[in-house]
């Protein structure tokens, strides 16, 4: 399977506890990036990285969230002191830096199957 | 307001039936646009990209509208696969920004 994918599938967790999740983008993407999503919500942007570095961070990042992408292949999303008000669907994508042929858009996000957290 | 707004539905239509959905987005500065399909519980997965000259895919037809800042997702013959929820999306700087989707529920 060459597509994203994400590990773990689902997370329960208790309030206070810290979890940490996966995401290992298609092999030819540059980007990759991450989202939170909610009942009746669209995805909401979280950070994005190009190759290893992290080039932009939503105000919705709090200083308990954190993201690396240490050697520009797989991601980590760290939460600590979990809150219930962080149960969601965490999703992550990629793309390609620039457009890889002609009619594909640079913009394409893929996306991975999701963590669902759920913090109790 | 939202950047990125969509009629939340749900659309209940027939099998066969033609259906259209519609989204305005606030960023005038956004350059690309897109519709995603997301089934319950599962990833948004592309469906198209939106052309300003429009395009086309299959039973799929998508438009924009720069000048009012709208995009539309038309569906022919619908089928019940088709139901699911449809996002909306246009590029930020270097993101996506999605609406809230809209729902179809197709029904034989």
């Known amino acids: 399977d060459t597509g994203v994918s994400q590990d773990p599938r689902h997370k329960i967790t208790k309030r206070g506890q810290n979890v940490t999740f996966r995401c290992d983008p298609i092999s030819e993407h540059n980007r990759l990036y991450w989202y939170r999503q909610t009942l009746g919500q669209g995805p909401e942007f979280l950070t994005y990285f190009q190759n290893e570095a992290q080039l932009e961070k939503s105000r919705l990042l709090s200083d308990r969230f954190s993201a690396e992408r240490p050697k520009g292949s797989f991601s980590t999303l760290e939460i600590q002191r979990t809150e219930q008000g962080d149960s969601a669907m965490y999703l992550c994508?990629?793309?390609?830096?620039?457009?890889?042929?002609?009619?594909?858009?640079?913009?394409?996000?893929?996306f991975g199957p999701g963590t669902r957290l759920t913090v109790t | 307001r939202k950047e990125v707004e969509q009629d939340p539905g749900p659309f209940n239509v027939p099998e066969g039936a033609t259906v259209a959905f519609n989204c305005t987005y606030s960023n005038s500065a956004s350059q690309s646009f897109f519709w995603y399909r997301q089934d319950c519980r599962k990833e948004p997965k592309l469906l198209m990209s939106?052309?300003?000259s429009g395009n086309e895919d299959g039973r799929f037809t998508a438009q924009l509208n720069r000048a009012s800042q709208y995009i539309s997702l038309l569906i022919r013959d619908s089928k019940l696969s088709d139901s699911a929820t449809y996002l909306c999306v246009a590029t930020g700087y270097s993101t996506l920004t999605f609406g809230k989707g809209t729902m179809l529920l197709v029904s034989p």
């Open positions: 939106v052309y300003s």
């Open positions: 994508a990629s793309s390609f830096l620039s457009p890889p042929r002609a009619g594909v858009s640079s913009y394409e996000q893929y």
